[in-house]
């Protein structure tokens, strides 16, 4: 599970980073979770889009993040780029299935 994947990657960074890079990529990661969480429950599908478009643009946020803490010596390039692969996958699903939806309406 990406969250779980991001909370732990994100106890070896250093504790400066507390309330910048890591607050910032938990919150991303929460957010992709939730939103999708949040929008199923709504009562329409354009409801429920809107809310996975905010957990696609979450999702793009933490990939920046992941590069940018890879780009800061934070992140080694093999944890890098499982993260990387994992949220792209993501990413993926996400419009997928909004394209879905969209199609549906």
Not at 55 to 65: C, D, G, I, M, V
């Amino acid at each position: 599970m990406l969250v779980k994947e991001v909370y732990s990657i994100t106890e070896k960074l250093p504790i400066e980073e507390k309330f910048g890079l890591t607050s910032q990529m938990r919150r991303a990661a929460v957010s992709i979770a939730s939103n999708i969480a949040e929008g199923s429950g709504k009562e329409s599908q354009k409801e429920f889009l809107r809310f996975l478009e905010t957990a696609y643009s979450s999702a793009f946020e933490l990939e920046t993040q992941f590069i940018l803490a890879e780009d800061l010596a934070f992140l080694n390039k093999e944890e890098s780029a499982h993260l990387l692969s994992v949220v792209q996958e993501i990413q993926k699903m996400i419009y997928g299935f909004s394209k879905t939806l969209k199609s549906n309406l």
